[in-house]
């Protein structure tokens, strides 16, 4: 465009508030090249007013001129010819690498988390289940879902309050013991006693 | 004008070059995971013997707190039960209603016998409805305060007045 191959960019913020990329043009008038929205363009922007808001000699509208810079950069911004259509791709292509994710890639945590959720869920359809209809099969249900939803629960606090390497690894291996004991009485007390609905039907007709 | 248009592009323009890029392409921070970072920042602060800053002894607490504790007291109190009873079933000698009969034979009044089956109902019920409001919050409803404050007197309305009920029947 220039003879120079150079061409000056320019930031313009209007008084109705868009932003406008445009480029000085050899005649020393601006052209549009880009009306600016997003973050995408704005992100690293160090914003130097310039003091004097001028009038646009033809849509009358007011703007001041904001300098393009680049956090990379202190100063205005001076692209030559070959990079005029760059600018938004080299911040898109310093802030795309955040995406890139440190650690593994296991889903184990998430799923984890979901499965907590459905024996939640689960839990909550048996109390209906066990009062309607009590029976060995809802008996050994529940036994396991109660173990498993204290099991996780429990697992959950330990995660919160537990620190050190060793202590972490003590505690949950005690939960574990605690919550197979747990199982192994629950059922048995289904085998060889009366069973959990009958149980609580018993205790609660005192 | 060119030689200062010229200045400015050379001392501007260096990384912005994009044969520049690949300098910063990968600029992702180190490798961690969130457990590992948990588990350096305690270690490092034990390591240090620093004291732990005043937290739960100098806060407000609010409502939501609370019932998120009591929360967890009652899920930890009803799993530290089921397990003492699971216990008890493999150690003890005889069966359930003998044990429930020697509970008869106390002849404890029938309001102590009214409290003992709120004190049973309580955490169940409360345990249960409170269940229910966090997994609204899990699928993402319900975070607005007042929102969570509603909900949250809800809950202890009702744990109240179902263990009521089940403790009369």
Redesign the interface.
């Known amino acids: 465009n220039t003879h120079l191959g150079l061409e000056l960019r320019l930031l313009l913020l209007y008084s109705d508030h868009t932003l406008k990329l445009r480029r000085l043009c050899f005649l020393g008038r601006t052209q549009v090249i880009k009306a600016v929205h997003g973050r995408l363009l704005l992100q690293p922007l160090q914003r130097s007013w310039t003091p004097e808001t001028h009038r646009c000699c033809c849509c009358r509208c007011c703007y001041r001129a904001l300098f393009y810079q680049s956090a990379l950069l202190a100063r205005p911004l001076v692209v030559p010819n070959k990079y005029q259509e760059q600018p938004h791709l080299l911040t898109a292509r310093i802030h795309s690498s955040q995406a890139l994710y440190a650690g593994s890639d296991s889903k184990a945590a998430s799923l984890h988390w979901t499965a907590e959720r459905v024996l939640s869920i689960l839990l909550l359809a048996m109390g209906p289940v066990a009062y309607f209809s009590p029976g060995p099969v809802i008996d050994y249900s529940l036994a396991a879902a109660l173990t498993l939803h204290g099991h996780w629960g429990i697992g959950q606090v330990l995660t919160d309050y537990v620190h050190g390497d060793t202590k972490i690894k003590i505690a949950n291996a005690s939960l574990f013991v605690l919550s197979t004991v747990t199982f192994a009485g629950l059922c048995y007390f289904n085998y060889n006693d009366v069973g959990i609905c009958k149980a609580i039907a018993l205790l609660w007709s005192k | 004008m060119?030689l200062l248009?010229?200045t400015?592009?050379r001392?501007?323009?260096c990384?912005?070059?994009?044969q520049y890029?690949f300098l910063?392409?990968?600029?992702?921070?180190?490798?961690?995971?969130?457990k590992d970072e948990m588990?350096k920042f305690?270690?490092k602060n034990?390591r240090l013997n620093r004291p732990m800053s005043p937290h739960i002894t100098i806060y407000q607490w609010s409502v939501p707190m609370m019932m998120s504790i009591t929360h967890?007291g009652t899920?930890?109190g009803?799993?530290g039960a089921?397990?003492a009873?699971?216990?008890?079933?493999?150690v003890l000698p005889g069966?359930?209603?003998y044990y429930?009969d020697l509970?008869?034979s106390l002849s404890i009044g029938p309001i102590l016998?009214g409290l003992a089956?709120f004190g049973i109902a309580f955490p169940v019920s409360y345990h249960?409805y409170n269940?229910?409001r966090?997994?609204y919050w899990?699928v993402g409803k319900g975070f607005k305060i007042p929102e969570v404050y509603r909900t949250g007197y809800t809950v202890i309305g009702l744990s109240i007045i179902t263990s009521i009920a089940i403790a009369m029947?």
């Open positions: 060119a248009l010229r400015f592009a001392q501007g323009v990384l912005s070059k994009p890029s910063y392409r990968h600029a992702a921070p180190m490798g961690t995971t969130a588990n305690w270690a034990a967890r899920g930890v009803l799993s089921i397990s009873f699971a216990v008890a079933a493999l069966n359930y209603p429930l509970i008869h016998i089956k249960t269940g229910i966090h997994l899990d029947i």
